[in-house]
């Protein structure tokens, strides 16, 4: 049962690939200097595909929670109705953000767990007159429901066309193709720790011709968090305050590692999700989202009625996987599997694994095997064959 | 002329030593497990006696300007009046984050390259009616100035007894002695990439209680900076939002190496300084700074009349040794030396002879050895010899 290094499937710190973690142990340079100015332009260029855009990448120094702060101090003023569509404890978060900032914010609750229809996004923001935003969560990291932002995005348009639509993208992006542009949304967030297998300290702030045109206008106050600032100082490769130099050196890495991966890299999470999910449920636990909303990232279960998960959890611990808890309303019902960055179907089935024999030695009857037999069941009907 | 590595000789990212390269390479952890949770009370733990406080030590996921933000939106509201003490670039932009949010900014504009009074401070503080904040820079890094933190803190509780004391200490802190408690300093901020030798990515804002008090009532906006949400996860030795887990390693490590030093390390970055200072002089250059007031982590010299900087600065590179420029409105009339962090005697001599090299290159008359003999005479002299 010992593992020389724990199978970390939680969403986010994701683990690094070898090639990454040598990248966060490289010296320091100069950030002003040529080398690193080249390096900043070559993430910011090559991070545009994975959103979908033909616009502006911005880089900031801060956990995602200060990217979603950033996507709404930039564009918004204190007053500005904002429609915010919440499934989770980070479309809470997304809300509240904007509400500490004096906007007026209107919540279109979808139950956890579930997506929200475009209907209902329609219908509320047709609702809500003079409307200046839409904060949508692309995927629910706390209740592993990916929302079709393309849907929502397209439904917000039809009911008040010039309302920006702010995306918070940080656990998917990278993982689950995205057309930001072609979509129709303005601001789109990401996070150094997801889908780009590298270490926590960076945010990824895709911005649109409308977000910056509202950026001119918008008065809730912003400095480090200023993305117009970043801007002006990427136009030359450099960021307006010192960055997480080594952070980048880790995410251009992880950009080259899924370069070369190619369109695979969202095939891999695809497979790792359905696994997952097959051998979850084979062994008899009962997932939080159907299957049409799961998250290709992140998968979470109900904890059975009677099993004591502290207890559980220790012994997962014990043999090396390492899962995440509930947040939130969900604190203690529910566990969380990530899969996402450098996960591998390997770690999958893994991970099946220790769950399988964890549960025997908790004396719960299950099959041994089919766990593990329905997660490659999975894969190989992943793998079209 | 060959290096194999570059003299990085920048006033921050400053270059990391081994164990601390290597400690950015790790693998990542659960950043709420107990393993984490261990190391983030350690750092908190450790850090206090480099601010001279007991009071807290909130770890924050930005650049040194995020925790600028944060010594300011946490215990100010809109309109609040506040005396912003500037000497340099950094002082500048601290007197703008609070302006940005609304503060009444009142500047006390010293001189670029000298050091604020107490006697004016004084004065300053006390035409101010109701002043709520006084905002002092420790180590101008624009300038290569340190100021008398103790006896500026005490003229504005002597003019203002109720005014906060805000102190940028991000360049110095841990280089240089500092007695947060002692002085009556009530919020002080520092960052990874300075002595702390790690990679830049992390804010530590030591609070102290008339801080956390003023905090309570205070209504500037703020979110991922709230020091207060902070303070209550790291109560459990939780970060709000993901933390830096790489950079938090090398702060760890760098700690390490630091306790291990002892009182030496601030012995080593005055001989560096004094090195540096004897040095530049020898070979002609005239410095900033007065000796009374110079700073012991960066060293700020003219560029002689005549001199083609860039084409000197590209002679440097070339042999290695990597300088900081001027910034603002000293910009292309001085250059920098940084000598803070895991910075060594042996790379001030080094430094001194590669830029005394340069000079002769240039055609410039300098007696070969000057400068590296004064530096070394400098050295011998700290070490009370």
């Not at 809300?95 to 475009?118: H, M, S």
């Not at 080259?256 to 891999?268: I, T």
């Not at 049409?292 to 109900?302: I, L």
């Not at 019902?333 to 990530?338: D, E, N, T």
Request: proline share 4%; with cysteine; charged share 20%.
């Amino acid at each position: 049962m010992t593992r020389f290094e724990p199978n970390l499937r939680i969403p986010g710190p994701t683990a690094l690939p070898p090639s990454v973690r040598e990248a966060g142990g490289r010296q320091m340079v100069n950030h002003r200097g040529d080398e690193f100015k080249a390096l900043t332009k070559r993430v910011e260029i090559s991070m545009k595909p994975f959103f979908g855009t033909e616009h502006d990448v911005i880089l900031l120094t801060c956990a995602g929670t200060g990217g979603l702060e950033a996507a709404v101090v930039n564009v918004l003023s204190p007053g500005d109705r904002v429609l915010a569509v919440t499934m989770g404890a980070f479309g809470d978060r997304f809300a509240k953000v904007a509400e500490v900032y004096g906007a007026a914010v209107t919540r279109l609750e979808v139950e956890w767990g579930r997506a929200p229809e475009a209907a209902a996004v329609r219908a509320a923001a047709a609702e809500i007159e003079g409307l200046k935003a839409v904060l949508l969560t692309h995927n629910e990291t706390s209740t592993g429901v990916t929302s079709d932002i393309a849907a929502l995005a397209a439904a917000v348009r039809d009911a008040a066309p010039d309302a920006l639509v702010l995306v918070d993208g940080i656990s998917a992006l990278g993982a689950v193709p995205f057309a930001m542009d072609a979509w129709g949304c303005d601001l789109v967030v990401t996070g150094s720790q997801k889908a780009w297998m590298s270490a926590p300290g960076m945010a990824f702030a895709a911005v649109g011709p409308r977000a910056w045109a509202a950026a001119q206008t918008a008065k809730m106050p912003r400095f480090y968090l200023d993305l117009r600032r970043h801007r002006d100082s990427q136009a030359s490769g450099e960021s307006p305050w010192t960055p997480a130099v080594a952070v980048m050196y880790q995410v251009d890495e992880g950009i080259r590692l899924m370069q070369a991966e190619g369109e695979s890299v969202y095939a891999r999470h695809a497979a790792c999700a359905a696994a997952t999910r097959a051998g979850l449920r084979a062994l008899g636990f009962a997932l939080l989202a159907d299957d049409a909303v799961a998250s290709r990232t992140v998968t979470a279960a109900w904890i059975p009625e009677g099993l004591d998960w502290k207890a559980f959890n220790a012994g997962l611990k014990r043999r090396g996987l390492i899962l995440a808890g509930g947040q939130g309303k969900l604190k203690g019902r529910i566990f969380r599997l990530g899969h996402l960055g450098a996960v591998t179907t390997d770690d999958i089935i893994a991970a099946i694994s220790s769950i399988e024999a964890q549960l025997l030695e908790a004396g719960i009857t299950v099959q041994p095997g089919a766990g593990v037999a329905a997660a490659q069941q999975a894969l190989v009907a992943a793998e079209g064959r």
